[in-house]
């Protein structure tokens, strides 16, 4: 059996081999690779490592302290811990950490690796770098430069993990005098696996059904995990989209890391499709943040990358770089330390997905050779970072030192913001902004921009020139022109916008700012709530009430929402209530009146929101408390059908709202046990995109009749076109699909066109992610808690809806004229979107149909639009269609 030099079996020994039915021919491949696996630790170092390297054999490899050559199992994340702590454990050269937990209480490994000298005075060190930042100081270019190396954020790209374990080997047990020169002038955190609950589902799915001898088969079901994969972490969450959004708590303890060390070069190592090779940055012109000085780009990734090359040349393994991925989005693993004055780097190898695959490209892949181009560009990386640690240290003090003056030279002094009448949504965007390290200043007097009134105490300024210049303008700032029109990822990340946060821009000179907010304001006044023999009243528009009303309908507690404004008469004086708000009747309770009040106390404080007494029904204005227009909130019984074909991620986004924020437990049914369902124990089904095959033949006509019976469909996205195409909304169309559906045959003629140019045309088409201004209807009860009609709506696909045929059905829809707001789309795109639905409701029989036809709770962090969600959860039976 021949090899190629990289590590790959060509094709024609492949085709030499096939004799007999494939399965033979992949085991019969199988056999010859796993003998060609090095099985001893002279084999093993031999083979992942340059041949003039040499151990202290006081240390153990990962091979001899797991007990298997490295590349033949997938390592348990346990194990990979383990490992570090024993090299922390027998070596004065490293410590280990966790940095955070993870939602499966597994723990987020660094191991920091220097001199013993250094590890003496790390924390001095840390100090000093980190002082060495700050505006008017030096360099510091004597002390060492810092790395750290992180692996892994997607579970199921597995190679980078085992190739951190052997980096961490290299660094403790090396003898050669580069690797001494290396810990004195060097801090390298390892950080070994960035999603381990996500490596721990693919490393379980991996060695499960490891074949012995191995199979490379493609079709072998070791390379085709079941669905949702180990990609993502536990609520199934792209962890490498989340540096910015910080929904996740693996995310937040990283970000906190990163800000208490700010190192000089961070990696980034991924896989990618087996077919291709291995990519190190630099990425195209075109996909770099514009916000980031060039000379990053250009300049030091360029010296990186020379050795990069040569050590994958080294070993003969093929590469390439400049194309296919970008450095535009802040929330990558690999762009977002750019913003703290680093070099982030992506990696990406072909992947074996599992122990030994064919690829379509190069043969056969072996899991130990994706490894070892790992291991071979960490090792470049560590020792082309020593030889330019001036350089690093110079530009990272350069960094911030431009950001000031850039933020001087803004045409934006700054930006305001505050939601008047939502302390927790205040609260929650003021942590994240503060989380991130970026300045937030109280609001010294009320300050009006355009329609936009910002009061003291409910509002606050974010100067622009200040260290995180750079990231604060990406949170605030609405972009509208870019330096290319195909995107790998999303265009835009407008927070303010995906918050519903108020904001504006503030001019030059004196900013109305004073002191400086260095924690998360707290609630004004106790949440203690006042004895009632009347009723307990919450407004609906804060964010923290869903979770309250959740607490309390647990409880026991029947409630009942206003679908019209009233004025009450409270112990804390004449409140104003607006649509939605929650009435507590104190009277034809399950509960005597002491329970009422200790469920209504700990749902006040679960929800972190005050509940008012009540001391009379009859209202000061608007209706009262016994009006009709008081209407029962059910207590959702709510079923979310997952599995294989569905998107795991807005099922999970969707999940992570109702298990985390809401405090709501769900009914997860995976599709093919639809046929199981009871569907009276549930009022409401909430479809994400996918694919429905399970709703077809009886199972759709029972679902329909579900429906007419009184149900609450929601659909999401492509579930809603589904909805429409399948008769469930009587006054909604089907939508067209890349364009609208009621374009004459003449508007829809393609003109020819070359083939080489479909790229640079069909992309710019797509809308892959950008922002829109939504008129939306808050007398609606979806619209219920907002108090503007104005909705910034997240838009990622090509459905084009009409409106509803019912004037009062289209609840939220793209303002006529220009509804964009930021992010790239195509000028016919831009045409079509405008006037589109966002929201509309449907009645079929007595039951109700909602289309969302943007996901409302995007990567979990729109906030401004999963109000619109939870309305139609605990409202949505009530929706009428006049």
């Known amino acids: 059996m021949t090899h190629q030099r990289n590590g790959t079996m060509s094709f024609n020994a492949l085709r030499d081999k096939r004799i007999g039915t494939r399965p033979l021919v992949a085991c019969t491949l199988a056999v010859g690779l796993l003998a060609s696996l090095p099985k001893t630790l002279g084999a093993q170092s031999e083979y992942f490592f340059p041949p003039s390297f040499t151990f202290d054999p006081g240390i153990p490899s990962p091979a001899e302290f797991l007990g298997y050559p490295i590349g033949t199992f997938h390592t348990r994340h346990d194990r990979i811990v383990a490992y570090l702590q024993e090299l922390a454990s027998l070596s004065d050269r490293a410590t280990f950490q966790a940095i955070g937990m993870t939602y499966e209480h597994r723990p987020m490994p660094v191991l920091t690796v220097t001199s013993p000298a250094n590890q003496a005075r790390l924390e001095q060190i840390r ?28 579970g199921n790209e597995p190679s980078s993990a085992e190739a951190a374990m052997l980096t961490a080997y290299w660094l403790v047990a090396g003898t050669g005098q580069d690797v001494v020169r290396y810990l ?23 060695n499960m059904n490891r074949a012995q001898p191995f199979v490379a088969d493609p079709l072998d079901r070791e390379h085709n995990e079941v669905w949702p994969g180990g990609r993502t972490n536990h609520y199934w969450f792209d962890l490498n989209r989340d540096w910015l959004p910080l929904v996740n708590p693996e995310s937040k303890a990283r970000i906190d890391w990163h800000h208490q060390w700010r190192a000089n070069v961070v990696t980034d190592y991924h896989e990618m499709g087996s077919s291709s090779s291995y990519f190190f940055e ?30 994958l040349d080294d070993i003969g393994s093929l590469y390439f770089s400049g194309a296919v991925f970008d450095n535009s989005y802040p929330g990558y693993g690999s762009t977002y330390p750019n913003f703290l004055g680093g070099m982030a780097v992506l990696f990406e190898q072909a992947s074996s997905r599992g122990h030994v695959q064919e690829s379509s490209h190069h043969g056969i892949i072996t899991f130990g050779f994706t490894i070892r181009n790992q291991l071979r560009t960490s090792i470049a990386t560590v020792s082309t970072a020593v030889a330019n640690r001036e350089m690093l240290r110079q530009y990272q003090h350069d960094f911030f030192a431009s950001a000031i ?18 302390p927790t949504l205040n609260r929650e965007f003021i942590e994240l902004v503060l989380r991130h390290r970026i300045e937030v200043y109280e609001l010294t007097s009320t300050h009006t921009v355009g329609d936009l009134t910002f009061v003291p105490g409910n509002a606050w300024v974010v100067p622009a020139s200040q260290s995180m210049y750079r990231l604060a303008r990406s949170i605030f700032e609405r972009t509208e022109t870019f330096p290319d029109s195909v995107f790998y990822d999303a265009s835009t990340w407008t927070i303010s916008l995906a918050y519903g946060m108020p904001s504006a821009e503030l001019g030059g000179g004196r900013l109305p700012q004073g002191d400086r907010v260095s924690e998360v304001p707290l609630l004004e006044g106790a949440n203690t709530v006042e004895h009632s023999s009347i009723a307990y009243l919450m407004e609906w528009s804060n964010s923290g009430a869903s979770r309250a009303l959740q607490a309390m309908q647990a409880a026991g507690v029947r409630a009942e929402a206003a679908f019209a404004p009233f004025t009450a008469r ?32 700990a749902a006040a404080n679960v929800g972190n929101v005050p509940i008012l007494s009540a001391l009379t029904g009859r209202a000061v204005s608007g209706i009262d408390l016994g009006s009709g227009d008081f209407r029962p909130v059910r207590a959702p019984s709510v079923l979310i059908p997952m599995g294989e074909g569905v998107s795991s991620y807005e099922a999970g986004q969707l999940w992570h709202l109702l298990d985390q924020r809401i405090g709501m437990p769900v009914t997860k049914v995976d599709v093919t046990d639809l046929g199981r369902v009871n569907w009276a124990d549930y009022d409401v089904l909430v479809l994400v995109s996918g694919n429905l095959s399970g709703f077809s033949g009886d199972g759709l006509e029972r679902l329909k009749s579900w429906v007419r019976s009184g149900g609450t469909l929601i659909a999401q996205r492509s579930s809603a076109a589904w909805a429409a195409r399948n008769g469930f909304t009587p006054n909604i169309d089907a939508p067209g699909v890349g364009r609208p559906a009621d374009l004459d045959d003449d508007e829809q003629t393609e003109a020819r066109r070359n083939y080489a140019d479909a790229r640079n045309f069909e992309g710019p088409q797509a809308i892959g992610g950008s922002i829109w201004q939504a008129d939306l209807d808050i007398t609606h009860p979806l619209g219920f808690g907002y108090e503007s009609r104005f909705l910034p709506v997240w838009r990622d696909h090509s459905f084009f809806f009409a409106p509803s045929k019912n004037a009062y059905s289209t609840v939220a829809r793209l303002i006529d004229g220009d509804p964009h707001l930021s992010g790239y789309i195509s000028d016919q795109n831009r045409e079509w979107l405008a006037g589109s639905p966002s929201v ?11 289309l969302l036809v943007d996901n409302t709770n995007y990567r979990g962090y729109w906030r401004g639009t999963n109000r619109l969600f939870l309305n139609a ?3 949505g039976n009530h929706i009428q269609v006049p």
Not at 184 to 206: C, F, K, Q, S, Y
Not at 407 to 416: L, N
């Open 184 to 206: 004195n002038e060097a801090v390298v955190h390892i950080e070994p696996v960035l999603n381990p609950d996500g490596r721990d589902r693919h490393t379980h799915w991996a």
């Open 873 to 875: 959860l605990f409202f």
């Open 282 to 311: 630099p990425t195209s012109r075109g996909a770099q943040n514009t916000l980031i000085p060039e000379r990053l780009y250009s300049e030091v990734t360029g010296v990186f990358a020379e050795q990069w090359a040569a050590a």
């Open 840 to 850: 509309m409701t449907d009645r079929f029989g007595r039951g109700t149909v909602v």
């Open 570 to 601: 409270t112990t804390a004086g004449d409140v104003s209530f607006g649509r939605g708000s929650i009435s507590i009747p104190v009277s034809n309770q399950e509960l005597n009146p002491d329970e009422l009040l200790a469920a209504v106390q």
């Open 405 to 422: 003056s850039e933020g001087q030279d803004y045409e934006v002094g700054g930006w305001v913001f505050g939601y008047p009448n939502d």
């Open 127 to 154: 100090q000093e770098h980190l002082a060495s930042l700050e505006p008017g100081t030096a360099p510091a270019l004597e002390l060492p430069v810092i790395i750290h190396l992180g692996y892994g954020v997607h």
